[in-house]
């Protein structure tokens, strides 16, 4: 047989094409362009499979990709979608002798099969319920069931086994719940769990008919025995609950409890037990349908469902599966969707009174199975979105069912089998949320497609500005592509400031670093409009301050100044932004803006616009800019002169006096500014030890006008070397006479060297001063000295007429005599006055005088002794043996010209001038060598005449004799360039290694 699924086909059917609104034109402006490579093909497609069955097909069930096919000839199709071309096939005929198959029930493993058969014509044979094991093809009746319609089974979805199915329910056509656990063991089905649950059951058991039914854990409709249409339970996640939903023909009950022991048996019995003495709780809803059908959506394999829905014939009941809203009702936010009486094949087609014959869910639509189509509807609108068109050849559709592992969904009529595929269903689920207002669902929906998102956002957002909910609507504005102008327009026109700003800060966030000109602009206008509001509530000076919302303005102003991207824009458009505070004449947030920014230069300036000198200095004082003590130091000691110069001092060597010179220069207009910055310059000088000539000029100038005891101290300290002084020496002397400081004049004089000015100024002081600055040991010229005690004894003379002072200037001066002071005494003077002077002054004449003789003497002594060692050394003479040597190369003496000298010594001329060359001056040297080569010149000369002979002859001992002055003046060892050579080295520096190896 070749495969069944190996071709498939398309039939007639449409799809309602859900168009996307347009894109705004500013979206599009913005890089948002609604383009689509290809149209969206429909949601469902239905493909069918490629297989003609044998006979009409009755029932279909699929699960984990296992479907089993029964049809009308009792014979079951068993297709694994593993193997889709190794179908099995099973003959049932036997087991359904005058019986027909009423229900096959196929577990999520797809390994257990139950097949549920009833009588053709009446109850005779009862009612029969068969299992079938994946792994067999062996039929196996469950006798405990006989006589028992089975119409729902409710599957355990916890179970992994392929053994056993494990605890599962089963519902009746009278309304009975059984609970069972049922497996194959061999080729026998086993059934003892079934036994331990009749041990186990309680006293209460239900009387069907006139007995008692074993294996009852639970009977819905008591009376009335209604049939049980669906039947499912499932265990909560991380709880021990169990939930259990049971659906008859108008009925819908929840049973909800929790399981003390998984291992109890019967399992669910612990549920149900709660349940028997209560009244039951249900939903109800009329209905003449003989069927109504239960489905449930699961996000995946084994997992929790999420969705519920209950087809009757008023329409499908749709819910959310939510455990947690409410403990005893799981069947949350229900809703009744009405099926379609519309088509979208003719518009003006119409089906009024016709129900559905079954339904499946997915996770946004119901597929609903009519007899001859199927329609697609939207659970979030009941929008009708597809139909599908029968064609009558395939016969009359019989149900449609969903594999709760793998989410295929599967159609069959009487003659053929179809899938159906779904492609991308929640493609415009966003637009379907956006339209009933659920934005936060919308947003999760559009599969971060940002036009989708901005879609989303910008309906969100109109609707909030529709509430008038603004600051809300802007927060959201400002995350979409719309018009920055347009969407700030509309706030400026509904005057909602707060809300424009609020977009424009969000706005702000977003921004690159780049776009610095959006950032600017929106910066700047964030800042208008703080301002505007703050000017509003800004009464008077004080008043605002206790305002609770200008308070609070102030708030949100300071953190918007303090993002990180503000403060970039600001520090690079700082004066666009102080300008705009300073027109709004917004002081105090100007200045906190500067403070803000260390813009400290612009916050002294704003101060000191204020008058607030005494914060301008405490920040000038906290800030570590040291060229704003320069800038602002002469205006602050106008007005606070006295802590200026203290946080002047503060700063020690930090600051350069000869910057703060200017503002020092420009406030000393009075005697109290002018003492603080004497104080600042004694600082400097004496404890920085400044040595600038501008500081020092200008300190001294302060004290001639100001302090004029201190000029002589300070003059004093500098001392008295012209060199060592850092003032200038002449501005000071100028200084010193316009203030008629005639005392520092002396002592300035004096330094400059004007001796003969400075004992005329010392004289018009005192004497004593005039005789300190003549004693000064600064000039070494006797004459200078004798004139300067001359002018202090003619002052003395002349002036006092003193005679005994003047005296007592031969006691102080040893230059001067009583000879030289005469002159100034007059003419009517008497000798007696200066006999004792004269006297004393003949005697050291007289001593004078005899000193000379006896050193006469002594000279001419010597004199006579140096004679007479001339006349004997001109006779002396020294003997040369033949066998003496030179006493520099020990050769014999007499080989070659030679000298003696008086000391016993020998040298050859030629060893002698080798020796003493080196240690002969530079130029010694030269004219040695250059005596030297006129006497070869002269050797060489031919001898012609006798007048030429003479000449030459004489010429050579001249050089000759030059040439003994040079080497032989005295002796090599003997003489004074040996002991001058005594630092020499014996060896030369270059012939240490020439040396240690002649010794080694």
């Not at 002052?795 to 005296?807: G, L, N, P, S, T």
Request: aromatic share 10%.
């Amino acid at each position: 047989m070749t495969s069944i699924f190996d071709q498939y086909e398309q039939d007639s059917q449409r799809s309602k094409q859900v168009a996307p609104p347009p894109i705004r034109p500013d979206i599009s402006s913005t890089g948002f362009i609604q383009m689509k490579m290809k149209e969206d093909g429909p949601i469902f497609t239905k493909q069918k499979v490629n297989f003609l069955p044998p006979d009409k097909i009755t029932h279909l069930s699929v699960s984990s990709n296992m479907i089993v096919i029964a049809m009308s000839n009792n014979v079951l199709l068993r297709i694994d979608m593993k193997y889709p071309d190794k179908p099995e096939e099973i003959d049932i005929s036997k087991y359904i002798t005058n019986m027909k198959l009423s229900g096959l029930f196929l577990d999520p493993l797809g390994f257990h099969l139950l097949l549920a058969l009833v009588s053709k014509h009446n109850d005779n044979p009862p009612a029969e319920l068969f299992y079938l094991h994946r792994k067999t093809t062996k039929l196996k009746q469950a006798g405990k069931f006989r006589g028992h319609e089975i119409t729902a089974v409710g599957w355990n979805f916890g179970n992994t086994s392929e053994v056993t199915s494990g605890p599962i329910l089963l519902g009746t056509s009278k309304g009975l719940i059984f609970e069972t656990e049922i497996g194959l063991d061999g080729d026998k089905i086993f059934n003892t769990s079934l036994e331990q649950y009749w041990r186990q059951l309680p006293n209460y058991l239900p009387l069907y008919g006139n007995k008692e039914v074993e294996g009852l854990v639970f009977d819905i409709g008591k009376a009335s025995k209604p049939p049980i249409t669906g039947l499912e339970f499932h265990k909560i996640p991380n709880t021990d609950k169990y939930i259990i939903i049971v659906t008859t023909l108008i009925r819908i009950y929840q049973y909800i409890g929790s399981v003390s022991s998984s291992d109890e048996k019967p399992l669910l019995q612990q549920i149900f037990s709660k349940y028997l003495n209560m009244k039951e709780r249900f939903n109800q809803l009329e209905s003449s349908l003989p069927y109504s059908k239960m489905q449930f959506f699961y996000p995946g394999p084994g997992a929790f469902p999420k969705s519920f829905g209950w087809l009757t014939e008023t329409g499908i009941l749709y819910a959310q599966v939510d455990p947690k809203v409410d403990p005893e009702n799981v069947l949350v936010n229900q809703q009744m969707i009405l099926c379609p009486e519309t088509s979208l094949i003719g518009s003006g087609t119409s089906e009024t009174g016709l129900a559905p014959l079954s339904f499946i869910l997915t996770e946004f639509h119901a597929l609903l199975l009519y007899a001859d189509h199927v329609k697609g509807i939207s659970l979030l609108n009941q929008d009708l979105i597809f139909e599908d068109i029968y064609n009558d050849a395939f016969g009359k559709l019989v149900n449609i069912t969903k594999d709760p592992m793998t989410g295929s969904i599967w159609a069959y009529s009487e003659r053929t089998v179809f899938k159906y595929k779904v492609i991308k269903e929640d493609r415009n689920v966003w637009q379907v949320y956006v339209d009933r207002g659920e934005f936060e669902l919308a947003k999760q929906y559009c599969k971060d497609n940002p036009a989708h998102v901005d879609q989303v956002l910008v309906k969100q957002a109109e609707m909030l500005f529709k509430n008038n909910d603004y600051q809300k609507s802007a927060m959201i504005y400002a995350d979409t592509h719309s018009s920055f102008e347009e969407i700030a327009l509309k706030f400026l026109q509904e005057s909602q400031i707060e809300a424009l700003q609020v977009f424009l800060k969000k706005k702000l966030e977003g921004l690159k670093p780049q776009d610095k000109t959006q950032i600017t602009m929106i910066v700047v206008w964030v800042v208008e409009l703080f301002m505007n509001q703050m000017g509003a509530l800004r009464g008077d000076q004080t008043s605002h301050l206790h305002n609770p919302k200008y308070t609070e303005l102030q708030k949100q102003f300071d953190s918007f100044l303090a993002i990180p991207k503000v403060e970039e824009c600001i520090r690079k458009n700082r004066s666009t932004i102080y300008d705009l505070m300073a027109s709004h004449g917004d002081k105090d947030n100007l200045i906190r803006l500067t403070i803000m920014h260390r813009n400290y230069e612009e916050v002294i300036r704003q101060h000191l616009y204020k008058t607030n000198y005494m914060e301008a200095l405490e920040v000038l004082k906290s800030q570590a800019n040291k060229d704003l003590f320069y800038q602002f130091a002469g205006i602050l000691l106008q007005e606070l002169p006295r802590p200026t110069i203290a946080a002047l001092i503060a700063q020690g060597s930090q600051l350069k006096p000869s910057k703060i010179l200017p503002a020092l220069v420009s406030c000393n207009s009075d005697e109290k500014h002018a003492k603080e910055v004497i104080r600042y310059l004694e600082f400097c000088v004496y404890k920085q030890g400044c040595q600038e000539q501008a500081i020092h000029n200008f300190l001294l100038s302060l004290y001639a006008r100001y302090k004029s005891d201190e000029v002589m101290h300070y003059i004093s300290s500098q001392g008295q070397d012209v060199t060592m002084v850092h003032y200038d020496v002449h501005y000071a002397l100028r200084l010193c006479q316009e203030a008629n400081l005639t005392r520092a004049c002396v002592q300035l004089s004096a330094l400059l060297g004007l001796w003969t000015t400075a004992v005329d100024l010392a004289l018009t002081i005192s004497v004593d001063l005039a005789k300190q600055i003549a004693a000064m040991p600064l000039h070494h010229d006797d004459e200078l000295r004798k004139k300067l005690w001359l002018k202090i004894a003619e002052h003395v003379v002349r002036e006092k007429d003193d005679i005994q002072e003047a005296m007592k200037f031969l006691q102080h001066c040893d230059l001067v005599r009583i000879e030289d002071i005469l002159p100034f005494f007059s003419d009517f003077v008497t000798i007696d006055h200066f006999k004792e002077a004269i006297c004393n002054s003949l005697q050291e004449y007289n001593q004078h005088i005899q000193d000379l003789k006896e050193e006469m003497e002594e000279a001419t002594k010597a004199a006579e002794v140096i004679r007479k060692d001339i006349q004997a050394f001109r006779n002396r003479c020294t003997f040369v043996l033949a066998r003496d040597t030179c006493n520099t190369c020990d050769s014999q003496l007499l080989l070659r010209p030679f000298y003696v000298f008086p000391c016993g010594h020998r040298f050859h001329s030629d060893c002698l001038v080798a020796a003493l060359t080196p240690m002969l001056s530079m130029d010694q040297q030269t004219k040695l060598a250059d005596l030297q080569r006129q006497l070869t010149t002269i050797s060489n000369r031919p001898e012609d005449t006798n007048s030429v002979i003479s000449v030459s002859l004489s010429t050579k001992d001249q050089i000759k004799a030059d040439i003994d002055d040079l080497v032989a003046s005295e002796c090599l060892y003997c003489g004074e360039l040996m002991i001058e050579s005594i630092d020499k080295p014996f060896i030369e520096e270059g012939d240490y290694e020439r040396v240690l190896k002649e010794w080694a």
